[in-house]
């Protein structure tokens, strides 16, 4: 039997702000009611192929994963883009840089969200099998978990159960 729970944290939309990034590029594509073009989207990434080392962080996010690592067994799940093949790396030293030592081997890069294995899945889209997780998935941005501060919440709470 785990000691701890299994807890999978996405990296984009969820610890860290590809959107932020993106408008920063270009200012005239905005997320949010209306999604942008996605091929305009993949365009500026496959332009700015090193931009994933550079994402700014989602508010709360990193503390509130530091926080509960101490409660979890965390693992980072993430689904880089296959035309941009230095986001395979650049995700790596993204979670290196923010979260440090502890982090080693702690990064899956995958398509197919819902092949691992746990209890619960923080991801802010249900894509590449996020909805499928068969685990709990904590749909973050979305009225339920809207931000970290619920989210870290909620996992803390799961705990006295």
């Known amino acids: 039997m785990r000691e701890k729970k299994i807890l999978y944290v996405d990296m984009d939309g969820v610890i860290a702000n590809f959107e932020a990034a993106i408008h920063r590029i270009n200012p005239n594509i905005v997320f949010g009611v209306d999604a942008p073009d996605k091929d305009e989207v993949d365009q500026i990434v496959i332009n700015n192929p090193r931009m994933f080392t550079s994402l700014p962080a989602i508010e709360g996010g990193i503390e509130a994963v530091k926080r509960l690592a101490e409660h979890y067994e965390i693992y980072f799940l993430s689904s880089p883009m296959w035309e941009v093949p230095q986001s395979f790396m ?72």
């Open 90 to 161: 650049d995700k790596r030293l993204w979670i290196m840089g923010r979260f440090g030592a502890w982090t080693k081997k702690r990064l899956i890069l995958t398509h197919q969200k819902d092949l691992n294995i746990g209890d619960y899945l923080v991801d802010d889209r249900t894509a590449n099998g996020a909805g499928n997780f068969t685990g709990k998935h904590l749909l973050f941005g979305s009225e339920e978990f809207p931000n970290w501060v619920v989210v870290e919440q909620y996992l803390m709470n799961e705990l006295k159960k």
